[in-house]
């Protein structure tokens, strides 16, 4: 979720592109309805209804309302959406339509369960920090951590096929898993 946010400051240097961006919103909504319905046929009790796939693409909407933002109002977003359910949780975010938001008292259960309250607030801090570098021209300054050669073009092309590369994990992951479980 925060490199979602670090992706969203950076991006913001260029202009704004809606087909790319909407492209790349779409590509991640269908996904995560995909993951959805297979996990809802395939794990009725505990499907995803609102997994990390769901939490970037609205963290993607919300944080591109913040990106031409000062760095601290980012920061003190990102914080408030962190505390937030701590402070405040009711009964009436207990139903799967509604405990997405963060504030459920009792979660129902999922396989993979990612709130908006607080990890989108993640998000807003990862942009925070990216703006500060770009704020100071220091964005750069990372680039002598990247791997060069090889080891760093394979980087690169993972970065660029991330969404391909879990999609394709699960299945594989889940084909071991489950196999193993009935042995244990």
Not at 8 to 20: D, T
Not at 55 to 66: E, H, M, N, W
Not at 94 to 102: E, F, K, M, S, V
Request: hydrophobic share 55%.
């Amino acid at each position: 979720m925060m490199l979602v946010g670090i992706s969203l400051a950076l991006s913001s240097r260029s202009p704004f592109r809606p087909s790319a961006y909407l492209r790349r919103l779409a590509k991640i909504g269908v996904a995560a309805a995909a993951i959805t319905l297979v996990t809802w046929y395939a794990f009725p009790a505990t499907f995803i209804y609102f997994g990390i796939l769901h939490a970037i693409a609205v963290a993607t909407l919300v944080g591109t309302l913040f990106q031409r933002t000062p760095w601290w109002l980012s920061l003190a977003f990102g914080l408030a959406m962190l505390a937030a359910p701590s402070l405040w949780q009711s009964e009436l975010f207990d139903t799967r339509w509604l405990a997405w938001i963060g504030f459920a008292q009792s979660v129902p259960p999922s396989n993979d369960f990612v709130p908006i309250f607080p990890w989108v607030g993640i998000t807003f801090i990862g942009m925070s920090g990216a703006k500060v570098l770009v704020d100071k021209g220091k964005e750069y300054a990372l680039d002598r951590l990247v791997p060069v050669g090889r080891p760093g073009n394979a980087l690169a092309c993972m970065g660029r096929h991330s969404l391909t590369i879990y999609l394709l994990h699960q299945p594989i992951m889940l084909g071991i898993i489950i196999p193993l479980a009935r042995y244990l």
